[in-house]
């Protein structure tokens, strides 16, 4: 797993959570679903950053 994937969801998260919040303000309907969706992609993202940083060897000496 390439940590680009990682930080392409991180970035897609923030950007629908952004969207989300815009459409909330507007009142508009389903904005609810839209942040729940960036916030479960920021979450995917972080979680793979951590798995990333756990997985990687240990830096030699």
């Known amino acids: 797993m390439k940590i680009t994937y990682a930080v392409a969801c991180f970035v897609l998260g ?5 969207v989300g919040a815009l459409i909330k303000i507007l ?3 389903r904005a609810d679903l839209l942040l ?3 916030m479960a992609l920021v979450l995917i ?3 793979l950053l951590v798995l990333r940083l756990f997985r990687s060897p240990a830096p030699r000496q």
């Not at 923030?14 to 952004?18: D, T």
């Open 14 to 18: 923030f950007a629908a959570i952004f």
């Open 27 to 29: 009142h508009w309907f």
């Open 36 to 38: 729940l969706a960036g």
């Open 45 to 47: 993202g972080a979680l």
